[in-house]
């Protein structure tokens, strides 16, 4: 069985450009959230999807969106981007909402903004 | 953004040490994970503690939740040169409401010289 798979890899993007980061998550497994991860830090929740749904936010700009797609795939889109932004962008999948912590982390899009 | 506190930053160490390391919350947590991060992939779930108290070993890994609830710990026995990483703690946000987003400490970074 694949994990979750990531694309890009990486990125090097310039400052105000947009960017899409995709994400495959366990098949079988409906929920897709989104962490950033800054080097030195732990990751950070940004987005939460579960049956196409939102189910949670994270403390970030409206310039952070994401969807989740009838195959529960999920692409991250940031505007705008600012040099902060640069960072490991982390999807993780579970089978589902509420008390599920068994997440499975892909292995991340590594963005720099330039 | 919030996150747990843990100690030590890094760690250093000779192959066959034992390694201790712990995680500390303002807020009172119903579960703690940890995970272990190697370079350029996400993190994977070591081990999960569900109840204050509890004592869960995997492998020469044992984790304990403590009893305030706002703690945990985690032992490495007879360290080897593939435990080398950085270790997260984790644990469902207080506030996470339908999500089960998560909060992650700032990591302790491990390093063992053969």
């Known amino acids: 069985d694949a994990g979750v798979t990531q694309s890009p890899t990486h990125l090097i993007k310039t400052r105000g450009q947009q960017v899409t980061l995709r994400c495959s998550p366990i098949s079988g497994h409906k929920s897709v959230s989104w962490y950033q991860q800054v080097l030195g830090q732990g990751p950070q929740f940004i987005f939460q999807?579960?049956?196409?749904?939102?189910?949670g936010r994270g403390n970030f700009p409206d310039r952070f969106s994401a969807r989740q797609f009838p195959n529960y795939s999920s692409e991250l889109n940031v505007n705008a981007l600012l040099l902060g932004d640069s960072a490991l962008y982390l999807c993780?999948?579970?089978?589902?909402?509420?008390?599920?912590?068994?997440?499975?982390f892909g292995s991340g899009t590594r963005l720099t903004v330039v | 953004g919030q996150q747990l506190n843990q100690s030590p930053q890094s760690m250093f160490i000779q192959e066959g040490e034992d390694v201790s390391m712990n995680c500390t919350s303002s807020s009172i947590f119903n579960t703690w994970l940890w995970y272990k991060q190697d370079p350029g992939e996400g993190p994977v779930l070591l081990i999960a503690?569900?109840?204050?108290?509890e004592l869960t070993s995997n492998g020469r890994l044992t984790a304990q939740f403590g009893i305030t609830r706002k703690d945990s710990f985690l032992n490495i026995s007879a360290s080897i040169p593939s435990d080398v990483g950085i270790y997260f703690c984790?644990?469902?946000?207080?506030?996470?409401?339908?999500?089960?987003?998560?909060?992650f400490g700032t990591g302790t970074l491990l390093a063992v010289q053969p």
């Open positions: 993780a999948s579970s089978l589902g909402g509420g008390q599920d912590y068994g997440y499975t």
């Open positions: 984790a644990g469902p946000s207080p506030y996470g409401g339908a999500t089960n987003k998560l909060i």
């Open positions: 999807y579960y049956e196409k749904e939102e189910r």
């Open positions: 503690l569900y109840k204050a108290g």
